[in-house]
């Protein structure tokens, strides 16, 4: 963070301080909330949790160097005290994007946040220092922290922002006001709690409503209820996709024999092509939403088309492709999952796998309401048309429409099993793959079916290991 004294902290925050002998010390290292990232010059944020209480550590914290605690009650220790720790976090955040001299880049969108935000900070890092969120900590707490690591040398500022109802972009627009806002989908996930895709649409559509008039909204010009977000902004609006209206474009798309995407990439300033690292062709997208941000913030299409090439996953358990010295692939997808992101992923085994005997070990895509079924029973029948070798559909009811839609689309019989959980799955895995073999793992995060990919890792490495 920017050096800050703790009596400046106080009056931006709104706290009494407690314990602190001398108020113009500094915080000078970063802000955290997980007391054991605590270290010299840092500053303890205190949340009080239903199984953990942070003001429990504030001891711990300030012998690892902390400066002091932001919390709730008096602690014993140097402390800056506030009636909501959140709120204080925010506002702090809210001060310190205000004095520093850094572009905020913000994103949103239905599917692909994180592998985007981070193709966008693998670009704009080779033009100048850039701070971007770690992993999907894009909530009311992740955010902050996140714009609270930036420095004087920071010049872009990449923030994921997520969203579960509406007015939650809105706060976060408020707390972290960006110049650049990027939409990249409105899809199904979370469609359970929204109500419906225009809901998601208002609620993702807060963001560019959030942009100043000499700011630049992102738009996929793909995806229609994204492209008539143009019409809520006053700011600059440019278009990406594979659309021909759109300002940066992609052509000639295509996967090379390893499942990776390739295309000529076209911006306003020139054409270049692109050979990506990443594996699926859903990736085309995110790609050409990072290069529409690049190119606004003056990078050149061979500069872009460069980044892009040489850009690697950031986020664990998002598409990781790993090969077991047997000769059998696993692909570890299973941070989470949508309609949208599981047929992407589907999609991205059959190019990985082609030629290959191919498996697919799903598991429930949450937070869909009445359209559970139909989207389960879809990726089911999706699975059969790509020729995916065998489903197996891990859990209760949501994966028993899954292996019912592969059924019913291919009357598979054999080819989809459904098991339990991840032990059962590991298990089946274990006795029935063979070298050459390509395995996709993905389901919702609250399923943990990364569990069965590192169980398939150890297995071809050290033998017979169970999920945990």
């Known amino acids: 963070m920017i050096a800050l004294s703790l009596a400046e902290i106080a009056e931006v925050v709104g706290g009494q301080t407690y314990d602190i002998p001398d108020p113009a010390v500094q915080v000078t290292g970063p802000v955290v909330r997980d007391s054991r990232e605590a270290g010299p010059g840092s500053l303890f944020v205190a949340f009080a949790g239903e199984r953990v ?32 720790v959140q709120a204080a976090l925010g506002a702090l955040a809210r001060h310190v994007v205000r004095r520093l001299g850094a572009t905020l880049v913000a994103l949103t969108g239905s599917a692909g946040k994180t592998s985007t935000k981070d193709l966008i900070a693998q670009v704009l890092q080779r033009k100048a220092p850039t701070v971007f969120t770690p992993g999907s900590l894009n909530n009311e707490i992740g955010l902050p922290l996140t ?10 500022l990449v923030l994921e922002m997520g969203a579960r109802g509406i007015g939650h972009i809105s706060y976060l627009a408020g707390l972290t006001p960006p110049k ?18 225009e809901q998601i649409a208002q609620a993702k559509g807060e963001l560019v409503e959030a942009l100043p008039e000499d700011g630049t909204a992102v738009l996929n010009a793909d995806d229609p209820y994204v492209r008539a977000m143009a019409t809520r902004t006053k700011a600059k609006v440019i278009f990406f996709g594979e659309s021909d209206e759109a300002d940066v474009r992609a052509e000639n798309v295509r996967l090379t024999d390893t499942g990776q995407p390739a295309f000529r990439l076209h911006t306003p300033s020139g054409a270049s092509d692109v050979t990506m690292r990443l594996y699926g ?13 690049a190119h606004e913030l003056g990078m050149s299409a061979d500069e872009i088309a460069v980044a892009l090439s040489e850009a690697g996953s950031l986020s664990r358990w998002r598409m990781e492709v790993t090969e077991r010295p047997d000769g059998v692939t696993v692909v570890n997808d299973a941070y989470n999952a949508n309609p949208e992101s599981m047929k992407a992923a589907l999609r991205a085994l059959a190019a990985i796998g082609k030629g290959r005997r191919t498996w697919a ?3 429930k895509m949450a937070e869909l309401g009445d359209e559970a079924l139909a989207e389960h029973d879809a990726v089911g029948r999706l699975a059969v048309r790509l020729n995916v070798s ?17 059924y019913n689309e291919g009357s598979w019989g054999e080819e989809s099993v459904h ?4 032990q059962a799955a590991v298990d089946l895995l274990r006795s029935e793959l063979r070298p050459g073999d390509v395995v996709l793992v993905k389901a919702s995060r609250s399923v943990g079916l990364e569990s069965v990919a590192q169980a398939l890792l150890e297995s071809g490495a050290e033998g017979e290991v169970s999920a945990r």
Request: no cysteine; proline share 2%; charged share 15%.
């Open 147 to 156: 714009a609270l690591s930036a420095t004087e040398e920071t010049r872009f």
């Open 419 to 422: 098991v339990s959980d991840a």
């Open 361 to 363: 070990v799903l598991g």
């Open 53 to 84: 209480d942070g003001h429990d550590f504030a001891a711990a914290v300030v012998e690892a160097g902390a400066v002091a605690v932001l919390g709730t009650r008096p602690v014993g220790v140097p402390a800056i005290v506030v009636d909501d």
């Open 180 to 197: 650049i806002g990027l939409v990249l989908n409105v899809g199904s996930a979370h469609i359970g709690e929204f109500g419906g895709r």
């Open 281 to 293: 062709e859903h990736h085309v997208s995110n790609a050409l939403a990072a290069a529409a941000v």
């Open 390 to 406: 065998k489903l197996v559909a891990v859990g209760g009811r949501e994966a028993a429409w899954l292996q019912l839609g592969a």
